[in-house]
């Protein structure tokens, strides 16, 4: 009995693989006369010119370096604190407060080699001791 159950698994295992082997050869045949056909469903075409589209859009954004002087849960203290830092800093490097959920932070400059972002951290310690450099995501045109 034993023997017949080897032999039954044995055909199937050799009808298996000759299935195998016919479908991968005319998938091939189907490659090399060009005819094989993709149908892409609405929403997976929708979402994949969404993400091309906000691809292009960050283009011209690349990984820097900004200083982080403060951040607070409301805008009134962030926006404060901006006020505080753009007589000395905005003219120069240009303050911007950005919500990064729970907070509103407070960032001096955008600096794409992280020398000018250590420079331009000693002075503005000078000013607010507890800034901190941050690696971040700014615009390519940043100083």
């Given at each position: 009995m034993s023997s017949m159950r080897f032999s039954t698994l044995f055909a199937l295992n050799t009808t298996m693989r000759r299935f195998c082997i016919l479908a991968g050869m005319l998938l091939l045949a189907g490659?090399?006369?060009?005819?094989?056909?993709?149908?892409?469903?609405p929403s997976v075409k929708?979402?994949?010119?969404?993400?091309?589209?906000?691809?292009?859009?960050?283009?011209?954004?690349v990984r820097g370096y900004r200083i982080l002087i403060g951040f607070f849960s409301t805008r009134a203290e962030a926006e404060a604190l901006k006020e505080q830092a753009q007589e000395p800093f905005g003219g120069k490097y240009g303050v911007t407060v950005i919500y990064d959920e729970p907070n509103f932070k407070v960032y001096v400059g955008q600096f794409t080699?992280?020398?000018?972002?250590d420079a331009a951290l000693v002075e503005i310690r000078r000013k607010f001791s507890s800034a901190t450099r941050i690696s971040d995501i700014i615009r390519r045109t940043a100083k």
């Open positions: 490659f090399a006369r060009g005819q094989v056909v993709v149908e892409v469903e929708e979402m994949e010119e969404t993400r091309t589209a906000r691809r292009k859009a960050n283009s011209d954004k080699l992280s020398d000018d972002a």
